[in-house]
């Protein structure tokens, strides 16, 4: 998930190329504050405090980004994936279509309908967001994190565990911290997401896939460091003021 302080952005594509495009709470593409959506994405605006609510359960993100990276799925499909059963995951499919999040893909009947999701992205906006708003899009962008974060530590140790070491060390984190200006930090924020986006496109072309290369999520956020005690340096003082 990627977030640039008044707009939360997040844009997904699946690999599936029967529909070319879908959304979801999962690794992918970003774009913010008015950029252009990257190729072939669009992004659908929440605004509603209740899709949001509906988007915050761990079962449900768990269905959207199975739905974005290996869509469409069946209610049954998801279960033996999630570890959930056929009718709990048919109820959250239920309520996720409710929200037009998810549709049918057509064909098999109960719960052997294959499902898929309905958009490109999601975003939506903190600035002018009403407080209901504001505590439900925290709420899910906070459930998001704490998914990512758990699976990067997840990873890196069973990449270990299995003796994949080549894969355990090219799953790294890096970590910095520096005195910027906002511009700066809007223009870092800029560059890394360009650089998250550089192979967006093998996921909905697997041709473009190299052998022997693996889905891998890129997490990346930059926001002021608010250390205790240590205050930003003062604003220049103005040009007239100093003059008078």
């Known amino acids: 998930m990627s977030s640039d302080g008044g707009r939360r952005d997040d844009a997904t594509q699946r690999s599936d190329q029967a529909t070319g495009e879908a959304a979801g709470p999962a690794a992918g593409q970003t774009a913010g504050r008015g950029d252009p959506a ?7 605006r929440l605004s509603d405090p ?8 761990p079962v449900r993100i ?53 499902w898929q999701v309905s958009s490109v992205g999601l ?3 903190d600035a ?16 998001l994190l704490q998914r990512q974060v758990t699976r990067f530590q997840q990873a890196r140790t069973q990449l270990h565990d299995d003796g994949e070491h080549e894969w355990s060390e090219a ?3 890096t970590q910095s911290a520096s005195w910027l200006t906002v511009e700066e930090l ?23 896939r190299p052998a022997g290369s693996r889905l891998c999520e ?18 220049a003082a103005d040009a007239g003021a100093d003059a008078s």
């Open 38 to 44: 990257p190729q072939g994405t669009s992004y659908r």
């Open 50 to 57: 209740r899709e949001l609510q509906a988007l915050a359960h």
């Open 62 to 114: 768990g269905i959207m980004e199975l739905l974005t990276v290996d869509g469409p799925l069946t209610a049954t499909e998801l279960a033996d994936r999630l570890d959930e059963t056929p009718a709990n995951c048919s109820w959250h499919l239920r309520k996720l279509a409710e929200h037009a999040f998810v549709e049918e893909a057509g064909g098999g009947i109960g719960r052997q309908r294959p």
């Open 123 to 125: 975003a939506w906006d």
């Open 128 to 143: 002018d967001a009403s407080p209901t708003e504001l505590r439900a899009g925290r709420a899910l962008e906070e459930l």
């Open 171 to 173: 799953a790294s984190s």
């Open 186 to 208: 809007d223009e870092l924020n800029l560059e890394i997401r360009a650089m998250l986006e550089r192979y967006a496109d093998r996921l909905t072309d697997p041709s473009k």
């Open 218 to 235: 890129l997490v990346s956020w930059g926001a002021p460091l608010l250390l205790p005690g240590v205050a930003a340096v003062p604003e």
